[in-house]
């Protein structure tokens, strides 16, 4: 089959962690379509230039307009801040394109559906990496298997700690025109998909959100400060359409920890944890153990797969970050073959956007509000 030939507009962090994928994807699968890096779009050539030596795209772009309708590419790859994802993702929908984005889909809800409604009629996935993560897919495993029982609660977090750094360069993230949302775009996103994928949609909810630097120092301009419109820290608690009652907090402003996601699910039958700072491990807790020496197992994940999954390394020998992004690509390209389009889709992202315009509706009126889900 021929190769897929791609898009990929943005060359930030997440442009990295794209173009690894699309590198190494045929090494870790060799069964799935060759992609080739094609060409790489911004704004900024010397910055492209730089990103497509490191990563070998065969061209750069600054016209994005051009890159998504030309006729020798068949994927179109999105990774620039979020307010710019609609527009892009519908103009390579509407020239025939396969879409992938990245996460938060879109900068808020009207965009998110109309996203979804272009897109409904090309391959599209969202990149929501944390689905791939070894412990996160052994868990999803466990709870398919019913080995919790009926499940009471879920209590998730996404935990980091820049906010308040004040030599950290202004960036698009500090901007509600730009990223659409603070931590509830950025982090919650993370959260909701995670949860929604392992327990189904969220009905209703209530949220607080908190800005607690409203300006902040701009480090390049000494002296100077700048305004910030976005949400620093967001609290919510939810009750899923099964019952199941969750609380989800994400902040910038959590000192002592990098980049901690994590989420406890409590059932009946037992209790399952991660924390993506041990992203080879679930902590497993059988409620039917001896009372004695019952306690929370540490148990190792097998790579992305059930155990003996061929792909990335034997069990015992971990896989990283890059690898959830490899793996998602992975899952997208057997989609596109087996006619069983991996997920996250488009719809999913959409989904995700509905509990985040309802949690800023949330904080907004001070009251529960129903997602629609
Ligand atoms: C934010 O700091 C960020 O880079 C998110 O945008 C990513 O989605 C998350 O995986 C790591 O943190």
Redesign the pocket.
């Given at each position: 089959m021929a190769p897929l030939n791609v898009a990929m507009i943005g060359y930030g962090?997440?442009g990295k962690a794209h173009s690894n994928a699309f590198a190494q994807v045929g090494h870790f699968y060799p069964g799935v379509r060759e992609v080739r890096r094609r060409v790489v779009c911004g704004r900024n050539r010397a910055g492209l230039e730089a990103l497509a030596r490191a990563w070998e795209w065969d061209e750069v772009e600054t016209d994005w307009r051009h890159a998504v309708t030309r006729p020798d590419i068949d994927l179109v790859d999105i990774c620039t801040p979020n307010y710019l994802h609609a527009e892009m993702a519908i103009a390579a929908a509407e020239a025939g394109k396969m879409v992938l984005c990245?996460?938060p889909l879109a900068n808020n809800l009207a965009e998110a559906e109309a996203m979804a409604e272009a897109a409904a009629r090309v391959p599209n996935f969202v990149w929501f990496?944390?689905r791939r993560v070894p412990a996160v897919v052994l868990a999803r495993r466990l709870l398919e298997q019913g080995r919790l029982g009926r499940i009471y609660q879920y209590r998730a977090q996404?935990l980091?700690q820049?906010g308040p750094d004040p030599t950290r360069p202004r960036n698009w993230?500090m901007s509600k025109q730009t990223a659409g949302s603070g931590v509830n775009g950025?982090?919650n996103?993370?959260l909701i998909d995670t949860a929604m994928m392992l327990l189904g949609p969220i009905r209703e909810l209530s949220a607080t959100v908190e800005t607690f630097l409203p300006e902040k120092a701009d480090p390049a301009n000494p002296g100077h400060t700048y305004r910030i419109d976005i949400d620093d820290a967001v609290l919510v608690q939810a009750r899923f359409a099964s019952g199941v009652l969750g609380s989800f907090e994400a902040t910038?402003f959590a000192t002592g920890y990098l980049?901690d996601?994590n989420f406890a699910v409590h059932g009946e039958r037992g209790m399952l944890e991660f924390h993506f700072e041990d992203m080879n491990r679930i902590e497993y807790t059988d409620a039917g153990d001896d009372p004695e020496v019952r306690g929370r197992r540490k148990v190792v994940a097998p790579a992305l797969g059930p155990p003996g999954d061929p792909h990335f390394w034997k069990t015992g020998h971990p896989i990283g970050?890059e690898h959830t992004f490899i793996s998602s690509l992975a899952d997208f390209l057997v989609g596109l073959e087996s006619g069983d389009p991996a997920r996250p889709t488009f719809e999913d992202g959409l989904a995700v956007q509905r509990v985040l315009e309802a949690v800023e509706a949330s904080a907004d009126q001070r009251r529960w509000v129903e997602t629609g889900l």
């Open positions: 962090f997440m990245e996460k990496n944390y996404y980091q820049w993230k950025d982090l996103s993370h910038r980049n996601n970050y």
